[in-house]
Structures are given as structure tokens and as C-alpha cells.
Nanobody, 124 residues
Framework: QLQLVESGGGLVQPGGSLRLSCAASGFTLDDYALGWFRQAPGKEREGVSC????????YYTHSVKGRFTISRDNAKNTVYLQMTNLKPEDTAVYYC?????????????????WGQGTQVTVSS
């Protein structure tokens, strides 16, 4: 069974940090481009960051540039999203996704496999 499982979400104060993890089972992540998306209440899901299959190309949406870092550990079959200087507007359910393309995409249709999501709440 092909599966992605996110973890690492939680409640954090503004200015704090979290590291989200997404572990894959049933397939090998180094064969895929990987992405992180988020969906805030009442809003559409948006692409936050992605990394190409070769790890040479990364993308960050403007609002998280300089604060979030995507990486992968192929030995652990896991992709990470390090989030620093978190802001209340970062509050959302965060999803990881895997797609077959060589280059990553900021759009949902670039991905075939999705995790169930992990809640991130930034509040004082």
C-alpha cells in the first residue's frame, strides 16, 4: 500500500519553529518530485514548497521564502519542511505530496500521492 504520513504539526507561538516530516511507505521517494501544500480554514489549498527529483530545484511561495526550507532524506524515505519565524497566517493543515515528474510543481495536479495532513497552529 502506497502511503504518505505527515507528523510534526502542533501549536506554536509566533516567531517559533516547527519541522514537519512526511514518511513514505510502499514506494521510494527518490523517484518522485515532492511538495508541501497547506489549506487554511475557508481558503483553497495552496502550494507552499516543492523539491525536484534530483534535489537541484526547489520552490517556495513568496510568503514563506527565507523562513521555510524543504529537504529530503532518501535513506529514511522522508521529506521535511523546516519552518521558522512562524506567523499566525501560517496556520493551516499541511499536506505532503509526491509526483512522478522530474521537476516539482506548485500545483496539485502535479502530484499523485497525498498524505492525510497535519495541523499547524500559530497563536499566542
Amino acid at each position: 500500500q502506497l502511503q504518505l504520513v505527515e507528523s510534526g504539526g502542533g501549536l506554536v507561538q509566533p516567531g517559533g519553529s516547527l519541522r514537519l516530516s512526511c514518511a513514505a511507505s510502499g514506494f521510494t521517494l527518490d523517484d518522485y518530485a515532492l511538495g508541501w501544500f497547506r489549506q487554511a480554514p475557508g481558503k483553497e489549498r495552496e502550494g507552499v514548497s516543492c523539491i525536484s527529483r534530483s534535489d537541484r530545484t526547489t520552490y517556495y511561495t513568496h510568503s514563506v521564502k527565507g523562513r521555510f526550507t524543504i529537504s529530503r532524506d532518501n535513506a529514511k524515505n522522508t521529506v521535511y519542511l523546516q519552518m521558522t519565524n512562524l506567523k499566525p497566517e501560517d496556520t493551516a493543515v499541511y499536506y505532503c505530496a509526491a509526483g512522478p515528474g522530474y521537476y516539482c510543481s506548485a500545483y496539485e495536479n502535479g502530484y499523485d500521492y497525498w498524505g492525510q495532513g497535519t495541523q499547524v497552529t500559530v497563536s499566542s
